[in-house]
């Protein structure tokens, strides 16, 4: 298979009528998603410049199943797509659209205004009630989707950069392919199967969903995002919808673990409990195993780089609840090496740097050759052929079973709910605020918190300075408390004294 | 009237919002970064517990409740 795009193909020819996506506005058959996408992909076709080799477009809109149209209707037309946040900031979005070049942006009524404000070059904004209106021609898009071969990008996701520039994550159609087919072989999902889908789309989690229902035939049921903020409602939504099946990041398990919503609705229709983006403690684990005894539980594990996910764990024993869950395995046509500081394959038990191989490491980071040579490099074990590995920068062992165990980061980047942050990009927004000198965001571990410390003769409150920090960063990384300094103290030469800093404050 | 002066107590006392004059019932609780997401629970937690109603997940779907003036008439229209 050359394209993931013929997944929808297959999807259409075996379930044709089945509704294959649910949001809280309409639902889709795997039939009429194929329709819709086919009449973008043949727009995009005609309409982007023929001299670019490759034009990836933005879908800019509220999580629902136009995304999903539009997505199937970008690789239709031969490019990949590029999902980010309806609520990203403006300047984000500016400096997404500077990396990337991109032939089109589609969105919606409500957030076409906000493009005003955006350099777009050559960049075609199109209304998605627009591009969905129109004629399909087979011939256009059958020979444009033969062109595509399976190492060709399919989406490019944007993460944290600790210089303050996201970067383009870009991933290939053969990652994709091999990651769907993978999920349903390794669950048994069939067309009965019915996920409730709680990740973002700009966060790859969502690839499961996806891609699994077009290979499964399954349905994905969209959460509405408002119901988010309110996990003690999330049970009553999945009893309403009939769901099985769940992919669902740490922060939102545990949330509903701990409030107490899992007793009150018994939930006998839920199969598969799936978990990936953080790590998942046994206590909140353990809630769920014992007001649901009879569902399977698996932890996943993987970084955007390559493809969602790369080892897997079924959670196959009783763990104490302060026990660590393993990250268990590498997943098929993955191998996972650990790297001690030497750059050797580390002992067993012996801790270094968890490192990936396999089909669906990413291509690298769009347009940012620097970034891409430092995490994707030649396996310093293999001298004999070329191997790229992804230095993911989490520290790991694997244990006398052969199961890794994962530890934290190498660096200062964090996980928090799921989202994967870089300090080093709030510390650059919160200089970028009026009357601030210099910044250091610091997170406290034991309380789960980012502390921003800013140095400033100014008055600030932490709500005044979340607000301007909107214009850089989105909501996900802002910080939680804020500390205001006159001076900050500096080690002997001149940086800021970070320990200093953690030292006073957090005891 | 009453409704709305013990939400909005409630939510001032509960996420040390003290006197900010940008706080009003009209006041989007979220996006002006008032309560987070966590405190989101706390307050329909509150609501269930004070009036005695219940809040499903259908209704946050479908009403808006992102002011103190919007949740009260939740709470009003539940309470009718």
């Known amino acids: 298979m050359n394209s993931t795009i013929k997944l929808l193909d297959l999807a259409a020819k075996k379930f044709g009528n ?16 194929r329709k819709k996408a086919m009449i973008i992909g043949t727009k995009l076709v005609n309409q982007l410049s023929p001299d670019q080799l490759i034009s990836p477009v933005i879908v800019y809109m509220p999580k629902n199943i136009k995304c999903i149209v539009s997505y199937m209707g970008i690789q239709y037309s031969g490019n990949p797509y590029v999902p980010v946040d309806s609520n990203i ?4 979005l500016q400096k997404i659209i500077d990396n ?5 942006i589609i969105t919606d009524k409500d957030h076409i205004a906000k493009l005003e404000d955006i350099h777009l070059g050559k960049t075609i904004a199109y209304l998605y009630d627009d591009i969905v209106e129109g004629s399909i021609d087979n011939e256009v898009i059958e020979s444009v989707v033969q062109k595509v071969i399976d190492t060709d990008p399919i989406y490019i996701m944007y993460t944290s950069g600790s210089t303050g520039e996201p970067k383009g994550v870009t991933i290939s159609h053969r990652g994709v392919i091999d990651y769907a087919n993978w999920v349903v072989e390794t669950f048994g999902f069939d067309n009965n199967t019915i996920m409730a889908n709680q990740a973002p789309f700009y966060f790859d989690n969502s690839i499961f969903e996806i891609y699994g229902c077009l290979v499964c035939g399954g349905k994905m049921v969209l959460i509405p995002e408002v119901l988010m903020m309110f996990p003690v409602k999330l049970p009553e939504f999945l009893e309403f919808h009939e769901i099985n099946t769940i992919f669902w990041v740490p922060t939102v398990m545990i949330n509903v673990a701990n409030s107490g919503a899992l007793s009150k609705h018994k939930l006998p229709l839920l199969k598969t409990v799936t978990f990936c983006g953080e790590i998942m403690p046994n206590k909140q684990l353990n809630i769920w195993r014992r007001e649901h005894p009879d569902c399977l539980y698996a932890n996943l594990y993987g970084p955007t780089e390559i493809t969602d996910v790369c080892t897997y764990y079924i959670v196959d024993r009783e763990f104490e609840d302060s026990d660590p869950l393993p990250i268990g395995k590498a997943c098929k046509n993955t191998r996972i090496i650990v790297l001690n500081d030497n750059n050797q394959i580390a002992k067993i038990g012996e801790i270094g740097e968890l490192c990936v191989i396999g089909t669906g490491l990413g291509l690298g980071y769009w347009g940012n050759k620097e970034a891409t040579k430092k995490a994707f490099v030649q396996n310093p074990a293999n001298p004999y052929y070329n191997e790229l590995i992804y230095r993911t920068g989490d520290l790991a062992y694997i244990d006398q079973e052969g199961l890794i165990m994962i530890l934290g980061r190498m660096d200062s980047q964090i996980k928090l709910r799921g989202n994967r942050i870089e300090l080093g990009e709030i510390e650059k927004a919160a200089a970028c605020i009026d009357g601030i000198k210099r910044t250091c965001a610091i997170f406290n571990l034991q309380k789960e918190e980012i502390v921003l410390f800013v140095e400033t003769p100014k008055e600030f409150t932490l709500r005044k300075i979340n607000m301007e920090l909107l214009k850089y960063i989105p909501r ?13 103290p500096h080690t002997a030469n001149d940086k800021i004294d970070r320990v200093t800093l953690q030292k006073t404050y957090f005891e | 009237m009453e409704i709305k002066k013990i939400l909005s107590d409630f939510i001032k006392s509960n996420f040390e919002i003290g006197d900010d004059p940008d706080f009003t019932d009209d006041a989007h609780l979220f996006d002006m970064g008032f309560v987070d997401s966590l405190g989101a629970t706390e307050i329909i937690l509150f609501v269930e517990e004070q009036w005695n109603i219940e809040i499903t997940q259908r209704d946050l779907v479908l009403y808006p409740m992102n002011t103190v003036g919007e949740i009260a008439d939740v709470i009003l229209g539940k309470l009718a």
Do not use: T, V
């Open chain 1, 18 to 33: 089945k509704i294959g996506y649910e949001d809280e506005w309409e639902e889709i058959s795997f039939n009429e998603l």
């Open chain 1, 89 to 92: 900031p403006l300047a984000r």
């Open chain 1, 100 to 104: 990337l070049n991109p032939g089109a």
């Open chain 1, 476 to 488: 996900y990384m802002l910080p939680h408390k804020l500390i205001s300094l006159e001076n900050f």
